[in-house]
């Protein structure tokens, strides 16, 4: 029987930045804010704890300096341990000089992480699908079907993401075909990227790949040996968003207003763990008018909040209206600004009497610390 504590986690804390490069100018995928006190990297990391894995590896590879202080020694996932617990993997590997370029050479350059491992699976996934499934259910089908490879996937509008991996599968889920599309918008069976396998078979495709200079692991290993290995899909059932632009960032947030969306990801049985900040709680002023909006802790509303996320430390000044907005940490909205469909990113300020409108399809974004 697969078991967490039998499971090596590996994250790729960098995977797809380019399609959400607004978001990841200063940081890692992995760090991307979400839902108000969340990081993307707590929800695989979560769940994998809540699966009771206890070994996991995060891969780095570029502006990780707050996925670090983010992560820290691994205490809020209890992963600060003596033994196993949480590693940040540099972003070198041995055979190239400087940073990886694709998953194979990052995952050639934490070869030595992996065989030192004692646990007989290991579970690759990234970090900009959001979702807080029971990894268990996978382990089961994983053990049940006699799979070499599983692969998490969910039925649906394909993101559009460079090389994503689509399944053609059988009745009995095993995979027929695997083709890769960087278009996205059609309706199928699309991984999320995530892949269960022993580790020994992880070590012997990977070094089989970097003999053969092979870079695309999509490519060169999950649809090269889609006719040669026993390769099943395990379809996602729960919650589960995958960000490939700044479009869906915002809309994946604004459905979690939706008191249905946050239920299914926020299960009390499966909580998403992250850093935590002490801080006062959320103060209201007089004129203070919120509906429908999640406001994390240390925030200051004097104005008018709808249908909005508000990150932690954020001031909405006296007569201010923030609608249809995502303002994220230690951010400032002056007196009678007008923010509709906008996302600001962190310790932004919003001088008064401002008006930025954008549209749902199109929201406005407000880079890093910028003043307005």
């Known amino acids: 029987m697969i078991t967490g504590n039998n499971v090596l986690g590996i994250i790729f804390s960098n995977a797809y930045e380019d399609s959400v490069s607004e978001l990841t100018a200063a940081r890692a995928m992995g760090s991307v804010p979400f839902c108000g006190r969340y990081r993307l990297i707590d929800f695989p990391l979560s769940g994998m704890v809540n699966a009771g894995m206890d070994h996991i590896g995060v891969i780095t590879k570029s502006n990780y300096q707050s996925l670090m202080d983010h992560l820290g020694n691994g205490k809020p996932w209890d992963l600060s341990r003596k033994r196993k617990g949480l590693h940040i993997l540099p972003p070198f590997n041995t055979s190239h000089v400087g940073v990886y370029r694709n998953r194979i050479q990052a995952l050639s350059g934490i070869m030595g992480f992996v065989h030192q491992a004692t646990e007989e699976y290991v579970l690759l996934c990234d970090c900009n699908v959001v979702s807080n499934m029971d990894l268990n259910n996978l382990f089961r089908a994983h053990e049940q079907s006699g799979a070499d490879i599983t692969i998490m996937y969910r039925h649906g509008v394909a993101p559009a993401l460079r090389d994503h991996i689509n399944l053609g599968l059988r009745p009995d889920g095993s995979v027929e075909q695997v083709y890769l599309s960087s278009v996205g918008g059609e309706e199928c069976s699309y991984s999320l990227?995530?892949?269960?396998?022993?580790?020994?078979?992880?070590?012997?495709?990977?070094?089989?790949?970097?003999?053969?200079?092979?870079?695309?692991?999509?490519?060169?290993?999950?649809?090269?040996?889609?006719?040669?290995?026993?390769?099943?899909?395990?379809?996602?059932?729960?919650?589960?968003?995958?960000?490939?632009?700044?479009?869906?960032?915002?809309?994946?947030?604004?459905?979690?207003?939706?008191?249905?969306?946050?239920?299914?990801?926020?299960?009390?049985?499966?909580?998403?763990?992250?850093?935590?900040?002490?801080?006062?709680?959320?103060?209201?002023?007089?004129?203070?008018?919120?509906?429908?909006?999640?406001?994390?802790?240390?925030?200051?509303?004097?104005?008018?909040?709808?249908?909005?996320?508000?990150?932690?430390?954020?001031?909405?000044?006296?007569?201010?209206?923030?609608?249809?907005?995502?303002?994220?940490?230690?951010?400032?909205?002056?007196?009678?600004?007008?923010?509709?469909?906008?996302?600001?990113?962190?310790?932004?300020?919003?001088?008064?009497?401002?008006?930025?409108?954008?549209?749902?399809?199109?929201?406005?974004?407000?880079?890093?610390?910028?003043?307005i």
């Open 193 to 371: 990227n995530a892949f269960l396998m022993r580790k020994s078979l992880l070590e012997r495709l990977i070094n089989n790949a970097v003999s053969l200079n092979q870079t695309s692991f999509e490519r060169d290993i999950i649809q090269k040996y889609a006719d040669r290995l026993n390769m099943h899909g395990f379809e996602v059932e729960d919650y589960t968003c995958t960000i490939d632009s700044l479009k869906s960032y915002y809309n994946h947030s604004m459905q979690l207003l939706g008191s249905r969306g946050f239920r299914d990801l926020f299960k009390p049985e499966r909580p998403i763990y992250t850093k935590v900040r002490d801080d006062m709680p959320a103060m209201y002023g007089m004129g203070a008018s919120t509906s429908n909006s999640l406001i994390a802790d240390g925030c200051v509303i004097d104005g008018t909040v709808e249908n909005s996320i508000l990150f932690r430390g954020v001031h909405v000044a006296r007569g201010a209206v923030v609608r249809n907005s995502i303002i994220m940490q230690n951010s400032f909205v002056g007196e009678d600004t007008h923010l509709e469909c906008v996302i600001t990113d962190k310790s932004v300020m919003i001088k008064p009497h401002k008006s930025l409108c954008g549209a749902e399809d199109f929201p406005i974004y407000v880079g890093k610390g910028l003043v």
